[in-house]
Structure formats: structure tokens, C-alpha cells
């Protein structure tokens, strides 16, 4: 695991650099994003919560929204209609950061048990009960936008 300094100097450095790449891909990828609102609250609270929160709790709960994005995106996306390419090179980047912000977070940290059940409840309640449709997965990518553009706001606030 490195220092928290050393992945604070790598987010100062380089995790705008790639959000930028992948908020740009997720518009591009597909149309308008949805005006439609999706039947799970976004966790605003979690956010307030962990603005005040150490460095390394930050860095935590970028690498465990990151991947909590990743894996629902690992869901059945028969009926997406978006570019292909743009969603593999998308997808791919946010891995990127995914390995990165594991370097610095240890794996003996345990997520945030609230964050974990919001995605859950985004899959079950979006995903699931929509049967993965094309429209269930663009209220997905609004979500992930939102939730990407805040986690830039909390990289920001670090250095």
C-alpha cells in the first residue's frame, strides 16, 4: 500500500485528468442524458458526511464508489444502445482509477455499509425491476454522471 501522501500527490496529479476522459466518454457514448429520475435517492447525506471527513476516509470512499460503479456496469447490457467503443474505452478507465485508488486504501478498511446498500438498492430498484431495458440503464448512466462529477468535487478538496 503506498503513503497517503505519495496517493494524494497521484489524485492531485492524475485523477482529474482521468475523470475528465471518463465523464467526457460517458456523454459520448450515448444520447441526451435522461431528464427522468431514478426511484433511489441520491446519497447526498453520504457525501455532506465524508466532506468532512480524514484524507484517508476520502480516498476510501473514492475507491469504493468507483467500484460500486463498476460492478453495476458488470450487469446484462444486451439492450444498451450506446457506442460500443466509447463504453469499453469508458469502462477501462474507470478501472484505471479503480487499481490506482487501491494502492492507496488498505484492504483490511471496510467500506461504507451505507454506500454498498445504495448501489444494491440502484440495482435492484433500477436494473432488476426495470429488467436491464435500455431506458434502466440511462438512468444508470445519470446516476453514475452524478455521482463521478461529485467524486471529482471530493478529489479537489484534498489538495
Known sequence: MQSVYHCCDWIQHHYGHLSREYL????????D?????????????????????????????LKETIYQITKLFDGNMKSVTWDKK???????????QLENLKS?????????????RYFKKLNKN?????????QAWE??????????????ILAAQMY
Open 24 to 31: 467526457s466518454l460517458l456523454d459520448q457514448m450515448g444520447g
Open 33 to 61: 442524458i435522461t431528464k427522468q429520475d431514478a426511484p433511489v435517492f441520491f446519497p447526498t447525506s453520504l457525501y455532506r458526511h465524508i466532506d468532512d471527513a480524514e484524507v484517508e476516509d476520502k480516498v476510501r470512499f
Open 86 to 96: 466509447k463504453l469499453d474505452d469508458f469502462l477501462n478507465i474507470l478501472e484505471r
Open 104 to 116: 492507496c486504501v488498505s484492504p483490511a478498511m471496510k467500506p461504507e455499509r451505507r454506500l454498498k
Open 126 to 134: 433500477v436494473l432488476r425491476k426495470m429488467n436491464y431495458s435500455a
Open 139 to 152: 438512468l444508470i448512466r445519470k446516476e453514475t454522471k452524478r455521482h463521478l462529477q461529485r467524486l471529482d
